[in-house]
């Protein structure tokens, strides 16, 4: 009986052992897989750190970029207003001119037609300086002044 009870307990003792190597294997595949885990969380941490670090650079970049464009706009669009007062003190300027001269040829245009004006009644005097009268009169229709009226508009017939 004794060995009946050493014999049942070397089995149990043997069957423990293999539960208990088993256990052991099942804990270093545990660990294992714990470890590559790990250590895959550490490789995908890594990489998503390198992909954030360059999209960071590539934003940075192309910020960088768009501030020099928007720079390079805004001196463009202060040289073009720039231009276009330019332009507008020119075209002010210009009027100013033209309306000058527009004057000047006005004023010239009433100091000839005075002069004209001068001249056709000077040269309507002396025609009727010219116009010969009889000592009885003009015999001629109207006034001598009527006459003077024709002569100047050109409507007077030849005298004899």
Not at 2 to 13: G, N, P, T, V
Not at 18 to 37: F, G, M, Q, V
Not at 89 to 94: D, I, R
Request: charged letters at 35%.
């Amino acid at each position: 009986m004794i060995l009946f009870i050493i014999a049942e307990r070397s089995e149990k003792y043997l069957e423990a052992e293999k539960i208990t190597e088993e256990l052991r294997i099942r804990i270093k595949d545990a660990e294992k897989a714990k470890n590559l885990s790990h250590q895959d969380m550490v490789d995908i941490t890594s990489e998503m750190s390198r992909q954030y670090k360059t999209m960071q650079d590539n934003y940075k970049l192309q910020i960088s970029t768009l501030e020099e464009e928007l720079q390079n706009v805004r001196e463009l669009l202060a040289n073009t207003q720039n231009e276009l007062i330019n332009a507008r003190e020119e075209t002010k300027q210009v009027i100013q001119q033209k309306d000058n001269e527009i004057k000047n040829l006005k004023e010239q245009m009433e100091d000839i037609t005075s002069e004209f004006g001068d001249m056709l009644t000077e040269t309507i005097r002396k025609i009727a300086d010219r116009i010969e009268i009889s000592p009885e009169g003009y015999t001629g229709e109207g006034n001598v002044a009527n006459k003077m009226a024709e002569i100047a508009t050109g409507t007077m017939t030849a005298t004899k």
